[in-house]
């Protein structure tokens, strides 16, 4: 018998679901296996991941800054550190230790320009001190280092702001695409920045600088007003006395230089409401000192309350070394005028009284309320408004005899407003702060503050009132203002000090005088010939007496111009000569 093998034959498919068996056995029994709750993971709000992104970039921006955002630049005889620092107001400091800083209103950007001065090249430093005249030479070599270490300033930054918002995007996204985002809007951020800097620049910024700091050190870095044509080359030149300035300051002798005012310009120290500070005469004394005062007004309120027990408060007047001219205010009595009239280098001025000192000549009034005398009612502002009217009047009397006035003085500024249009300038305090007016007929309007910071009611508020005085830079040909610095001391307990400089318009690169002006006192006449009047109640103007001109646009009564720029009404050209 022969054997045949038996051969099974399984269909393919039964071959593989075989073979799939033990997998699909083990998928059957985890599926009977619970299985977690699906849940989604919460995704943050789009505006809060920008915000972050932007947090992110700002931060990082500013560390990039502070740690490597920084150039050494030699700015002729003076090595300097400049750096770039966000800040709300922009602008440029310059600081001069140990003697304080200079802040410049340069730009308007979120960025700030920080300048150390660093050190100075002794050699060419001590050159420059013994022959000033090379700084004519300076201007060109000083301009191109500022201008060669902003660019490589800039290029650092643009660097540091990257490579600071990258890394912090880095450290806190973990993701190299986020991260690069970062440093791109960082570099955004700083070009925007830039350009806006570049967009609001104002080279003349140099001409009006704020400096904090010790106070003996203003004169000197300040330097003198001056007044400035039109000149391409304007901004050279201040850039480079502000150099020099500073070189001398930093003299290898460590001695601070003598000031030396300009002999075409008339200081004049104008202060107020004393109110029986005895540091307030100190202040003065070393004001006239370092500024080298031609002639000091205070215009009123030295006393509280006027009694003859107060009146060796005043002795000190006698010794500040300038002629001292005196109107009396509401906390003065006519006994502290009287002690004052017999004082010696005091000229009290009262009733329209003028009085030619320095080269100018000067007319004031008395307050006619004295406020400590509670048995007197009270006159009010019509009281004030008709002492002003007595003061125009005696303007006007003065104009008609051929000696017109140059400076008005009244305590009250309703008194001194009367004046509008009858002199240059008028000086006024009694609000305790300082303000600077051009009023609608041309006259410059000058209130100080306290320059005895408000005496005992310094300590009535929470923070202690500043000491306030300012410098008046008047041209010696013209009498009229140049340039005023606005000098203001912390208070009671604190030893704060800032001097500001201002420019009158007039003196501003690139203006011209008012048209028509022909000399120290113009009598200019409105477009139909005759002088304009005031509303009722108030004195009219003579024929002859400054107005308005035709064509020429005037600000309004009573708007007041902070950093007192406006046009000199009066009509009379400012011409150069203060240096």
């Keep these: 018998m022969v054997r045949v093998p038996l051969v099974l034959r399984v ?119 013994d022959h000033p005249e090379r700084i004519s030479g300076l201007q060109q070599e000083i301009t191109a280092d500022v201008e060669h270490g902003t660019f490589d300033l800039a290029v650092r930054s643009g660097v540091a702001v990257v490579a600071g918002a990258t890394a912090l995007g880095l450290a806190v996204y973990r993701r190299p695409r986020r991260a690069l985002t970062a440093g791109g809007l960082a570099l955004v951020l700083l070009t925007a920045s830039g350009a806006t800097a570049y967009a609001t620049w104002n080279p003349k910024s140099v001409l009006e600088p704020k400096f904090s700091g010790l106070l003996s050190s203003a004169p000197s870095l300040v330097g003198n007003a001056r007044s400035i044509v039109t000149e391409f080359d304007v901004y050279q030149k201040e850039l480079a006395r502000l150099v020099t300035n500073v070189t001398k300051l930093y003299d290898v002798t460590s001695t601070l230089p003598a000031y ?64 001292y001219i005196w109107v009396r205010g509401n906390h003065d009595s006519r006994t502290t005028q009287r002690y004052l009239e017999h004082m010696k280098n005091v000229h009290v001025l009262d009733d329209g009284r003028a009085i030619t000192i320095a080269g100018l000549r000067f007319a004031g009034i008395g307050d006619p309320q004295f406020t400590p005398d509670r048995s007197v009612a009270p006159g009010g502002d019509r009281a004030e408004e008709l002492a002003g009217a007595r003061l125009a009047s005696a303007l006007r009397d003065q104009k008609a005899a051929g000696k017109p006035v140059d400076v008005a003085i009244a305590h009250e500024p309703t008194a001194a407003r009367q004046t509008d249009g009858e002199v240059p300038l008028v000086l006024a305090g009694h609000l305790h702060h300082e303000e600077m007016e051009i009023m609608k007929y041309g006259t410059r309007l000058r209130i100080e503050g306290s320059t005895g910071g408000s005496g005992l009611r310094a300590v009535e508020h929470q923070y202690p009132a500043p000491i306030e005085a300012s410098i008046l830079y008047l041209d010696r040909n013209t009498r009229r203002l140049q340039a005023w610095d606005e000098i203001r001391l912390g208070g009671l307990g604190q030893t704060t000090a800032e001097v500001s400089r201002h420019l009158a318009k007039e003196n501003r690169p690139g203006l011209a005088p008012s048209p028509g002006a022909t000399s120290p006192s113009p009598t200019p006449r409105g477009p139909s010939g005759t002088t304009p009047s005031r509303s009722a109640g108030t004195p009219s103007r003579s024929a002859g007496t400054p107005s308005r001109s035709a064509g020429t646009p005037s600000p309004s009564a009573g708007t007041p111009s902070p950093s007192a720029a406006g046009s000199n009404r009066s009509g009379a050209p400012l011409t150069p000569g203060v240096p």
């Design 11 to 129: 269909p393919v498919a039964g071959w593989n679901r075989i073979r799939r068996a033990p997998g699909s056995l083990a998928r059957y029994y985890r599926s009977l296996r619970p299985q977690p709750a699906a849940e989604l993971a919460p995704q943050p709000h789009p505006w809060l991941r920008a915000l972050g992104m932007v947090a992110v970039v700002l931060l990082g921006t500013w560390l990039g800054l502070l740690i490597v955002g920084n150039v050494r630049v030699p700015v002729g005889p003076v090595n300097t550190t400049m750096t770039l620092r966000p800040s709300l107001g922009g602008g440029t400091k310059i600081n001069i230790s140990p003697l304080g800083a200079l802040r410049l209103d340069s730009h308007e950007a979120p960025v700030r320009l920080d300048v150390n001065v660093d050190q100075l090249d002794p050699v060419r430093a001590q050159a420059l001190v």
């Design 260 to 323: 030396e005012p300009d002999p075409t310009t008339i200081r004049v120290l104008h202060v107020s409401d004393i109110h029986l500070n005895p540091a307030g005469w100190k202040i003065i004394a070393s004001l006239v000192r370092q500024y080298d005062i031609n002639v000091i007004v205070d215009s009123g309120d030295t006393m509280d309350h006027g009694t003859a027990a107060e009146n060796a408060f005043l002795d000190p007047i006698a010794d500040l070394g300038a002629p």
